[in-house]
């Protein structure tokens, strides 16, 4: 059973900037390509940002060029540093593998910007 832990999140203020931190255990994490998500209120969730095992990273157009995916595989983490942050950025955010996030969603970490 893979759990996903995030953390990371906060209130800040327009062009401030967050990293996120996502830990996965129980899996061969290594060969897996793992993706960002978020979910704003009222909103579905959407994907924000891959990285593939060979570290190849593609982006959604709204956060290209703002954030960073990276991942430490000997720590089985996956990062997301956030710069220039909007207030529409906002979300709950997770972490899950790619394409298909079918891993059981952790709890997610709150991102709050202030304008």
């Known amino acids: 059973q893979v759990q996903l832990v995030e953390s990371g999140g906060g209130l800040v203020q327009a062009g401030g900037s967050l990293r996120l931190s996502c830990t996965a255990s129980?899996?061969?994490?290594?060969?897996?390509?793992m993706g960002w998500y978020r979910q704003a209120p009222g909103k579905q969730r959407e994907w924000v940002a891959t990285?593939?095992?060979?570290?190849?990273?593609y982006y959604a157009d709204s956060v290209k060029g703002r954030f960073t995916i990276s991942r430490d595989d000997a720590k089985k983490t996956v990062y997301l540093q956030m710069n220039s942050l909007k207030p529409e950025d906002t979300a709950i955010y997770y972490c899950?593998?790619?394409?298909?996030?079918?891993?059981?969603w952790g709890q997610g970490t709150q991102v709050t910007v202030s304008s």
């Open positions: 899950n593998r790619r394409p298909n996030s079918s891993w059981n």
């Open positions: 129980g899996t061969i994490f290594t060969i897996i390509d």
């Open positions: 990285i593939s095992s060979g570290r190849a990273s």
